[in-house]
């Protein structure tokens, strides 16, 4: 959960979409991103014209950084978020019930195996 989830009180209900959903919180912690970590995290957005507003906003507050397990764990969460644009995103999602932002659009999710193994090693040193 990114900083606009934290700061507005969207930690409880964002989660409880996930546990009802049935997934497996097996880590959770509330951390602040430095810049260092938070340009880590964002690499494959390294040279974006979004990049720098990114990592501000990222390092702007605190995080809920979280692992979750479940079948088919990287889809059906990315189907869960909503589309990136959160105008754009669809009623029901995450982001489409929370957010009209771009940049706060209230949760990151890995899009693939390899982004979580990658991205899980640079926020798990925050656990
Ligand atoms: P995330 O990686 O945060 O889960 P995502 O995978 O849906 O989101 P990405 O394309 O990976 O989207 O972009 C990473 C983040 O960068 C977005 O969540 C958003 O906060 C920001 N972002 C992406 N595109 C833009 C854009 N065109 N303008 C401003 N910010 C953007
Ligand atoms: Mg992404």
């Given at each position: 959960?990114?900083?606009?989830?934290?700061?507005?009180?969207?930690?409880?209900?964002?989660?409880?979409?996930?546990?009802?959903?049935?997934?497996?919180?097996?880590?959770m912690k509330m951390v602040?991103?430095?810049?260092?970590?938070?340009?880590?995290?964002y690499s494959p957005h390294k040279g974006k014209?979004?990049?720098?507003?990114?990592?501000?906003?990222?390092?702007?507050?605190?995080i809920v950084a979280a692992v979750l397990e479940g079948n088919s764990a990287v889809e059906v969460v990315r189907r869960m978020i909503g589309?990136?644009?959160?105008?754009?995103?669809?009623?029901?999602t995450i982001r489409g019930d929370y957010s009209l932002a771009i940049t706060a659009n209230i949760i990151h999710?890995?899009?693939?195996?390899e982004s979580f193994e990658r991205e899980?090693?640079?926020?798990?040193k925050l656990f």
């Open positions: 959960m990114k900083p606009d989830a934290v700061s507005r009180g969207l930690i409880g209900a964002v989660i409880s979409r996930f546990e009802q959903k049935g997934f497996k919180i097996v880590a602040k991103m430095s810049k260092n970590v938070a340009e880590g995290f014209p979004f990049f720098a507003e990114l990592v501000s906003f990222m390092t702007s507050g605190p589309a990136t644009k959160s105008p754009e995103a669809a009623a029901g999710a890995s899009d693939s195996e899980y090693g640079v926020i798990s």
